[in-house]
């Protein structure tokens, strides 16, 4: 549930997975307490469902990086 796999999941056209990985970090980010981390994965997760997730993912990487 990388922000690379979900990257390579909307790349390959696989928009399912993408959302999928992103929705799971999402929870995760949640039961651990990581808001930012959440929220940068909602805002992925709303963009891979809408339009374009390339945008928010450099976010989502960010929050990650803090959190490991």
Known sequence: ?????IQSAFIANDRET?????HTLKGL???IGAVALQ???EIVENQ????DILDGLQ???N???III
């Open 1 to 5: 549930y990388s922000p690379q796999g």
């Open 18 to 22: 993408a959302i999928r990985d992103t």
């Open 48 to 51: 891979a469902v809408y339009a």
């Open 29 to 31: 980010a949640g039961n």
């Open 63 to 65: 929050e990650l990086i």
């Open 59 to 61: 976010k989502l990487s």
């Open 39 to 41: 929220q940068a994965a």
